[in-house]
């Protein structure tokens, strides 16, 4: 099939890039000129792991290109995929300009019948809304079709070579044929590939993304109860975990989350309840949770050393939102080291792949090292933001040899307290007890 994808990020690369693999033809287009022809000549300008071989086998295979010029796409392709991002206004609400700028741009391109997919992830009504406004601007044939995409960075090829579900909201019989058709080698696994109204599937992500934020939330608010009344929250996790209707997974307290979907898909899901008349008060207080959540790392330092951290150095690993990715948006690691900083403290930090977009976010006001044993010199102690693999059993003497004192503020749970108190770490982590040298156990 000839596929075009509008937008060449984080899902318009992948989807586009998955569907060559499949044997279609496909063009990415995106605006922005220096990340195409880095994408032509071979380079892609995130981490995703076994993106870039992927890229590049598709695009010698004669099956995968990159352009600016939207016309071309349009011209050369059935099937259109609209992937550019939907960031939150000042309000909560998705900013759809990109999405109705493309479309109707696509629209007065249009030389017969096209199916135009929204693969963004966009409020209710979105597609109702781009059939109207490409109806103003074109004579020709078309249908909307809403996508969602639901791959997570950092494992974003599996899951969309490998989806759980595939989600069709189209009221067209052959729109749904198509997309079936389009995405028949990726269900072959038995995965649901589910026909549904425009809206209902609109709805199904951004319930889908409120529901997983919300264990996030819900768990990290059990962590602070846990810490208050002297639980262990990784006991709690486990047992609520095995409950089957409950299940393991999503249950990790931690520094809140992060990323460029959540806050965002849960603030625009409660921008929609509340236009639409409705007060949110669940999803309300998803996002509240997370807010509070992300400054309890800090606030566990500061008072640690009674609120005197000016001229302290902290070592940071961990940068960006999670493990597997270089992506920093929306980063709880941004509002700890922010109040750090604003506290009179220094920060040297380390993240194996996401050291060049933290430097965009957070220049030159902390320092950077390449490896996660240098931040640590004389820094007054260490502070886990993000759980990558490699922190996971690191050489404690060496640390221990290398820091100031040994003080870790574990926002991710890591570590087995036994191990710590035995190691003589004062060791401060989410919802367990506190390890400190010498206290009464
Ligand atoms: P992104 O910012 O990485 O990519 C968007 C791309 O669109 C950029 O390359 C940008 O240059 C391009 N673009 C913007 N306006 C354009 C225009 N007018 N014409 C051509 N290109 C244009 O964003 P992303 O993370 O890929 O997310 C895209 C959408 O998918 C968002 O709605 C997001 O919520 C959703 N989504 C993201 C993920 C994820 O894990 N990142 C997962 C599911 C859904």
């Known amino acids: 099939m000839k596929v075009a994808v509008v937008g060449t990020g984080y899902v318009g690369l992948v989807a586009g890039t998955c569907f060559a693999d499949s044997g279609n033809d496909v063009i990415c287009v995106d605006n922005d ?18 993106l870039q071989e992927l890229v590049q086998r598709n695009s010698h295979g004669g099956r ?7 016309a071309e ?13 939907t960031p939150p206004k000042k309000d909560g609400s998705a900013d759809l300009s990109a999405v109705f700028g493309v479309a109707e741009g696509i629209a007065r391109l249009m030389d017969g019948y096209r199916i135009i997919v929204t693969k963004s992830t966009v409020p209710v009504g979105t597609a109702d809304e781009v059939r109207a406004r490409m109806k103003r601007v074109t004579k020709q044939p078309f249908d909307v079709v809403s996508n969602p995409e639901f791959m997570k960075e950092g494992a974003a090829l599996d899951d969309f070579l490998k989806p759980e579900r595939v989600i069709v909201g189209t009221e067209s019989g052959r729109a749904a044929e198509q997309m079936r058709e389009l995405y028949a080698p990726f269900m072959r696994t038995g995965a649901a590939f589910l026909v549904m109204d425009n809206r209902s599937a609109e709805m199904s992500k951004y319930a889908s993304n409120a529901m997983l934020a919300a264990r ?5 608010e059990v962590a602070n109860i846990c810490e208050r009344v002297g639980a262990d929250v990784q006991q709690v996790r486990r047992a609520v975990g095995l409950d089957s209707r409950i299940g393991p997974r999503f249950l990790f307290p931690g520094v809140g989350y992060g990323g460029s979907c959540f806050p965002k898909d849960v603030q625009a899901l409660g921008a929609t309840a509340r236009a639409a008349g409705y007060t949110p008060r669940m999803i309300d207080s998803i996002e509240a949770v997370n807010e509070a959540q992300k400054r309890v790392l800090f606030e ?10 000016k001229g302290r150095m902290f070592a940071v690993w961990g940068l960006a939102f999670k493990p597997q990715t270089d992506d920093m948006r929306e980063a709880p690691s941004i509002v700890v080291i922010n109040a750090l900083l604003k506290a009179g403290a220094r920060v040297r930090a380390y993240d194996p792949v996401a050291m060049h977009t933290a430097r965009g976010v957070l220049g030159d006001r902390i320092t950077y090292s390449r490896t996660p044993y240098a931040v640590l010199k004389d820094a007054d102690a260490l502070i886990l933001i993000t759980e990558w693999n490699e922190f996971r059993n690191p050489d404690f003497e060496r640390m221990a040899r290398l820091l100031k004192a040994r003080v870790i503020f574990d926002g991710r749970n890591q570590y087995e307290l036994e191990e710590m108190r035995e190691r003589g770490f004062t060791y401060l982590s989410i919802g367990r007890p506190a390890v400190v040298p010498g206290a009464a156990r």
């Not at 990340?35 to 995130?46: D, H, M, Q």
């Not at 995968?64 to 939207?70: A, E, P, R």
């Not at 566990?300 to 005197?308: N, W």
Request: no cysteine; charged share 25%; aromatic share 12%.
């Open 33 to 50: 000129a220096k990340k195409v022809r880095a994408l032509r000549s071979g380079r892609i300008p995130i981490y995703e792991p076994g």
């Open 216 to 220: 996030i939330s819900f768990m990290n």
């Open 64 to 70: 995968l290109h990159f352009t600016t010029d939207l």
């Open 300 to 309: 566990k330092v500061e008072a640690y050393y009674q609120g005197k951290l």
């Open 73 to 85: 796409a349009v011209k050369k392709s059935e099937i259109i995929f609209l992937a550019v991002g």
